[in-house]
């Protein structure tokens, strides 16, 4: 079993052979952490890692030490990962070890989205007791390793077990202290339209901190913080990767101290939180994985992606290839009846698209953004005969029928808002913010969930629906729970999280067949924690392809790409008014779950040849898209092109892209390393979009990591170089 407890040090050591975490009970019977990272040899102790002797900060006030559970008030001044507040108002707390237990397996989390294993052999748990009698509070540490991954998860399970009332003020999911520097700090930040933006920056003494208070994480920054040695880049070097597997407000914080340690925590914003433990009432914390490489920021990307793809997503479309889809959004908007949507769907399918998608507009009576959301009934007006006819229809023509919905949301003009004004969020006797003519349910609320469960679920029902785009387009502002006391406003914001987690749950498990993609405004509620629920995520609502670039790039250090929704859109772009070619367009939604954003009925002739063409080569390679390694060549971010290559399990197959965001004149010879090839093979190179497969070069693998690939600068069909916005893929298979 990878976790072995040595009574004589009293140390528990988890390793498997990828990473090490060291833990120790301290001399004060604090729990304390000697080593996590690199791994080690689990014979050995490594109690000489730790402090010498230590029996708490009375005397040794600001001491470096590595902690399991760190609090405040007792001469840690570093950032605490648990702050509870006792009945008398102190929140000083002396958590010391009462025991743990090693099990195999990995017991899920209640309530809350996490990880798992589908054999108990794949992992093994160990929960640690830690207890303060005087405070009357147990906290269960909970520490999973995983079998042949360098990777550790992480939560804890807190009890009341006194008599007076607690306040969690702080619970952090994780927290690591590494006792050297230097480090940077790599995270991914943006705004609506430009989101997971890669930032990266040497940590200073002090505090630098992400996190979200709006409700949902958000497009300004992903729940993911990469730490890494400075020389650290995407193929050599030492790097961790935190990830906190939750959909709501949070916290990701560094502390540099003034020897120059670092302790990382993650989870939960404290600020606006307080959760209430009664006498025996418990309290869990989301999720946290924590990843461990020395050999690159690549690496780190690479466990991420399989463990997320394996043993975070759920169910039937876990392992199925994903559909190509049409989206009716940019191509009608709310303007359409069932004669447009079946034109469309005519000219989908004979482009090749296989899940014809309909998008807002279709329920209540709803003609613009400021009315029907939470009326989930058909339009008659549009829809005469139901959604059924339509779903039929489509299904005639070799397709698959998809739908959107928003059940987050309610519009002040709806019957729902008539009837039930007090289930959406708001202050009484205060004015509530619609944003986007719109306020958010409570779902805080077991009612709400309740209603919404029925009501999503009759539409889902009603027709031959196979996919839903589940979408929440604002953040909660005016947080209140009607339905709480007082005194409990503090909860709401988690609470808001759990029932609309319980939603989801429900509902994937009464449609179990349903491929669930999840949206938020495009990534603003793009999570480990909407993973858990929905396969694949509408990345960003900005389809430009040069955009898209960052945008996917930043997302794929975190992301596999089976969950990023990735699709061609009409130009100019909606969303920033750019013309790039169709074939860029392509060749940058390949890399994801392919599909578009347009109406193919106003395609000409050339156009759709095109499409066709473009369909096709996605479905050849579907399999190596959508689960192939992704490896990152060349970043988009201030630079006048970009690389990216994605290489089959077995590198027998590799498909290169080389995409030309500004042409340069005179340009020198271009060679493009290559990356996790075979050596020993040779591979039959062809460019696409080119002449024909016959135009291919041989390559050695070895050459072309060694030596590069010779970038074409040209069309090879016409001899005409490539200027602005250009793409080429390069197909490499075993000859």
Same mark, same amino acid.
């Given at each position: 079993?990878?976790?072995?407890?040595?009574?004589?040090?009293?140390?528990?050591?988890?390793?498997?052979? /990828? !990473?090490?975490?060291?833990?120790?009970?301290?001399?004060?019977?604090?729990?304390?952490?000697?080593?996590?990272?690199?791994?080690?040899?689990?014979?050995?102790?490594?109690?000489?890692?730790?402090?010498?002797?230590?029996?708490?900060?009375?005397?040794?006030?600001?001491?470096?030490?590595?902690?399991?559970?760190?609090?405040?008030?007792?001469?840690?001044?570093?950032?605490?990962?648990?702050?509870?507040?006792?009945?008398?108002?102190?929140?000083? !707390?002396?958590?010391?070890?009462?025991?743990?237990?090693?099990?195999?397996?990995?017991?899920?989390?209640?309530?809350?989205?996490?990880?798992?294993?589908?054999?108990?052999?794949?992992?093994?748990?160990?929960?640690?007791?830690?207890?303060?009698?005087?405070?009357?509070?147990?906290?269960?540490?909970?520490?999973?390793?995983?079998?042949?991954?360098?990777?550790?998860? /992480?939560?804890?399970?807190? /009890?009341?077990?006194?008599?007076?009332?607690?306040?969690?003020?702080?619970?952090?999911?994780?927290?690591?202290?590494?006792?050297?520097?230097?480090?940077?700090?790599?995270?991914?930040?943006?705004?609506?339209?430009?989101?997971?933006?890669?930032?990266?920056?040497?940590?200073?003494?002090?505090?630098?901190?992400?996190?979200?208070?709006?409700?949902?994480?958000?497009?300004?920054?992903?729940?993911?913080?990469?730490?890494?040695?400075?020389?650290?880049?995407?193929?050599?070097?030492?790097?961790?990767?935190?990830?906190?597997?939750?959909?709501?407000?949070?916290?990701?914080?560094?502390?540099?101290?003034?020897?120059?340690?670092?302790?990382?925590?993650?989870?939960?914003?404290?600020?606006?939180?307080?959760?209430?433990?009664?006498?025996?009432?418990?309290?869990?914390?989301?999720?946290?994985?924590?990843?461990?490489?020395?050999?690159?920021?690549?690496?780190?990307?690479?466990?991420?992606?399989?463990?997320?793809?394996?043993?975070?997503?759920?169910?039937?479309?876990?392992?199925?290839?994903?559909?190509?889809?049409?989206?009716?959004?940019?191509?009608?908007?709310?303007?359409?009846?069932?004669?447009?949507?079946?034109?469309?769907?005519?000219?989908?399918?004979?482009?090749?698209?296989?899940?014809?998608?309909?998008?807002?507009?279709?329920?209540?009576?709803?003609?613009?953004?400021?009315?029907?959301?939470?009326?989930?009934?058909?339009?008659?007006?549009? !829809?005469?005969?139901?959604?059924?006819?339509?779903?039929?229809?489509?299904?005639?023509?070799?397709?698959?029928?998809?739908?959107?919905?928003?059940?987050?949301?309610?519009?002040?003009?709806?019957? !729902?808002?008539?009837?039930?004004?007090?289930?959406?969020?708001?202050?009484?006797?205060?004015?509530?913010?619609?944003?986007?003519?719109?306020?958010?349910?409570?779902?805080?609320?077991?009612?709400?969930?309740?209603?919404?469960?029925?009501?999503?679920?009759?539409?889902?029902?009603?027709?031959?629906?196979?996919?839903?785009?589940?979408?929440?387009?604002?953040?909660?502002?005016?947080?209140?729970?009607?339905?709480?006391?007082?005194?409990?406003?503090?909860?709401?914001?988690?609470?808001?999280?759990?029932?609309?987690?319980?939603?989801?749950?429900?509902?994937?498990?009464?449609?179990?067949?349903?491929?669930?993609?999840?949206?938020?405004?495009?990534?603003?509620?793009?999570?480990?924690?909407?993973?858990?629920?929905?396969?694949?995520?509408?990345?960003?609502?900005?389809?430009?392809?040069?955009?898209?670039?960052?945008?996917?790039?930043?997302?794929?250090?975190?992301?596999?790409?089976?969950?990023?929704?990735?699709?061609?859109?009409?130009?100019?772009?909606?969303?920033?008014?750019?013309?790039?070619?169709?074939?860029?367009?392509?060749?940058?939604?390949?890399?994801?779950?392919?599909?578009?954003?347009?109406?193919?009925?106003?395609?000409?002739?050339?156009?759709?040849?095109?499409?066709?063409?473009?369909?096709?080569?996605?479905?050849?390679?579907?399999?190596?898209?959508?689960?192939?390694?992704?490896?990152?060549?060349?970043?988009?971010?201030?630079?006048?092109?970009?690389?990216?290559?994605?290489?089959?399990?077995?590198?027998?197959?590799?498909?290169?892209?080389?995409?030309?965001?500004?042409?340069?004149?005179?340009?020198?010879?271009?060679?493009?390393?290559?990356?996790?090839?075979?050596?020993?093979?040779?591979? /039959?190179?062809?460019?696409?979009?080119?002449?024909?497969?016959?135009?291919?070069?041989?390559?050695?693998?070895?050459?072309?990591?060694?030596?590069?690939?010779?970038?074409?600068?040209?069309?090879?069909?016409?001899?005409?170089?490539?200027?602005?916005?250009?793409?080429?893929?390069?197909?490499?298979?075993?000859?």
């Amino acid at each position: 079993m990878p976790i072995t407890w040595h009574e004589p040090t009293r140390q528990l050591h988890l390793h498997n052979g /990828r !990473l090490s975490l060291v833990l120790a009970v301290l001399e004060n019977d604090w729990l304390g952490q000697l080593h996590v990272g690199a791994p080690l040899d689990p014979q050995a102790t490594y109690r000489h890692l730790g402090p010498a002797e230590f029996l708490g900060f009375t005397n040794r006030v600001d001491e470096p030490v590595g902690l399991a559970v760190p609090t405040a008030g007792s001469g840690d001044f570093r950032i605490p990962a648990l702050v509870v507040e006792q009945p008398d108002g102190s929140a000083v !707390l002396d958590m010391a070890y009462a025991g743990h237990r090693i099990v195999t397996g990995k017991p899920d989390l209640e309530g809350l989205p996490s990880t798992y294993v589908e054999d108990p052999s794949e992992a093994a748990t160990v929960e640690i007791d830690l207890a303060d009698p005087v405070a009357g509070l147990e906290v269960t540490l909970v520490v999973t390793i995983f079998e042949d991954r360098p990777v550790i998860a /992480r939560s804890m399970r807190l /009890r009341n077990a006194g008599t007076g009332r607690l306040i969690v003020r702080t619970a952090m999911s994780a927290s690591v202290d590494l006792p050297d520097g230097p480090w940077d700090l790599l995270g991914f930040s943006g705004a609506w339209g430009r989101e997971r933006h890669p930032h990266r920056a040497a940590l200073l003494p002090g505090r630098r901190a992400v996190g979200s208070l709006r409700g949902a994480t958000g497009h300004e920054h992903d729940p993911s913080l990469f730490l890494l040695r400075p020389e650290t880049d995407e193929t050599r070097g030492e790097g961790f990767a935190l990830s906190l597997v939750y959909s709501g407000n949070f916290l990701a914080e560094a502390d540099v101290g003034s020897r120059s340690t670092t302790r990382i925590r993650m989870g939960i914003h404290p600020d606006g939180f307080a959760w209430t433990l009664e006498p025996g009432a418990t309290f869990t914390t989301p999720e946290a994985v924590l990843a461990w490489s020395g050999d690159g920021i690549g690496a780190l990307s690479a466990a991420l992606h399989a463990f997320y793809r394996e043993r975070l997503a759920r169910g039937v479309w876990r392992d199925r290839l994903r559909p190509i889809l049409l989206n009716s959004w940019e191509g009608v908007y709310f303007d359409f009846d069932h004669a447009r949507l079946l034109d469309m769907a005519r000219a989908s399918a004979d482009l090749g698209v296989e899940l014809f998608v309909l998008d807002d507009g279709w329920f209540g009576e709803r003609d613009h953004d400021r009315t029907s959301l939470g009326d989930w009934v058909v339009d008659r007006r549009k !829809l005469p005969d139901g959604l059924a006819p339509l779903a039929a229809d489509v299904e005639a023509l070799g397709m698959s029928f998809g739908l959107w919905i928003e059940p987050e949301m309610v519009s002040v003009q709806s019957r !729902l808002f008539a009837e039930h004004p007090e289930w959406a969020i708001g202050i009484p006797g205060r004015e509530r913010t619609e944003s986007r003519h719109q306020l958010v349910m409570d779902l805080s609320r077991p009612e709400v969930v309740d209603h919404l469960e029925v009501a999503i679920g009759d539409v889902l029902s009603s027709a031959a629906i196979s996919y839903v785009k589940w979408d929440m387009n604002r953040n909660i502002t005016e947080p209140f729970g009607a339905s709480l006391p007082a005194d409990r406003h503090g909860e709401f914001f988690h609470r808001y999280m759990l029932g609309t987690y319980e939603l989801w749950r429900r509902l994937t498990t009464r449609f179990p067949d349903v491929l669930f993609e999840s949206c938020a405004s495009g990534g603003g509620r793009f999570d480990p924690g909407m993973l858990a629920f929905a396969p694949q995520a509408w990345t960003s609502d900005d389809t430009d392809a040069i955009e898209r670039l960052s945008i996917q790039w930043g997302a794929s250090h975190v992301y596999p790409l089976s969950s990023i929704g990735a699709h061609v859109s009409a130009v100019p772009n909606h969303q920033v008014g750019r013309v790039t070619p169709l074939a860029t367009r392509a060749a940058v939604a390949f890399f994801g779950v392919f599909g578009y954003e347009l109406d193919p009925r106003t395609l000409g002739d050339t156009e759709r040849a095109e499409i066709r063409g473009h369909i096709a080569f996605y479905r050849e390679h579907r399999e190596i898209f959508q689960r192939g390694r992704f490896i990152r060549l060349r970043s988009p971010l201030g630079g006048d092109d970009a690389a990216w290559m994605v290489v089959a399990e077995d590198r027998m197959t590799a498909i290169v892209a080389h995409y030309r965001i500004l042409r340069r004149p005179v340009a020198p010879p271009d060679r493009l390393r290559l990356r996790d090839l075979d050596p020993g093979t040779v591979y /039959r190179v062809s460019a696409w979009p080119g002449p024909t497969p016959a135009a291919s070069v041989r390559r050695g693998g070895d050459l072309l990591m060694a030596v590069g690939l010779g970038l074409v600068p040209e069309d090879p069909a016409t001899g005409v170089p490539d200027g602005d916005f250009a793409a080429r893929l390069y197909v490499l298979s075993a000859d």
